[in-house]
């Protein structure tokens, strides 16, 4: 059984241009295959300040909390992400579950 790859060079340089995006945004290549191809991508959480967003969230009566929530689901886990083309070419992107 044989199988074929319909990779072609406008899904191929489509595929690098996702990854060099990735890359600007603060993703690091944590592995990286050429002959499939498909990249893991990775960015650590950030730390927050939480001193600082409590004497907001009291400065403001509460109000702050709001933007403090968000920052604090947004950003204090790491992303791991898939990107790869298939063997019909076409290219996705997916979640890895990190622990």
Known sequence: MESYQYINEKNLDRFYE??????RNGFVITEQNEKLPYVVLSKEKKNINHTFHLFLSVFTFGIWLI???????????????????DEDGNLFEDKCISI
């Open 18 to 23: 996702i990854i060099a995006a990735k890359t």
């Open 67 to 85: 933007v403090w929530i968000y920052l604090i689901l947004k950003f204090s886990r790491k992303k791991d992400i898939l990107v790869a083309v």
